[in-house]
Nanobody
């Protein structure tokens, strides 16, 4: 069982940066691939970024070059550095974990989810 707790969301202006954190419980964090997803009102949850247990990363086209996912296995934490934020990045951001080595871009690939943190970008 893995419990995930996100933090770092908030209200920012377009062009600003935010760093989201996701703290995981358990002793096997390093074995999980981790993902970030987001969901806006009336829209389906969408893939943002993933990092495999080996540190490989993958991004949605909409955030590539602006967002960076990283992990600190010693602290059981995964991060999402978000730069050059746009109003269309406004959403609830969720952290997720899977024991599938390569992770996945679909929400159904992930077994454990955090409660989400709100990111609002004003124009």
């Amino acid at each position: 069982q893995v419990q995930l707790v996100e933090s770092g969301g908030g209200l920012v202006q377009a062009g600003d940066s935010l760093r989201l954190s996701c703290a995981a419980s358990g002793h096997t964090f390093s074995r999980y691939a981790m993902g970030w997803f987001r969901q806006s009102p009336g829209k389906e949850r969408e893939f943002v970024a993933l990092i495999t247990s080996g540190g490989l990363t993958n991004y949605a086209d909409s955030v590539k070059g602006r967002f960076t996912i990283s992990r600190d296995n010693a602290k059981n934490t995964v991060f999402l550095q978000m730069n050059s934020l746009k109003p269309e990045d406004t959403a609830v951001y969720y952290c997720a974990a899977t024991d599938i080595n390569w992770g996945g871009r679909g929400a159904s690939d992930y077994k454990y989810w955090g409660q989400g943190t709100q990111v609002t970008v004003s124009s």
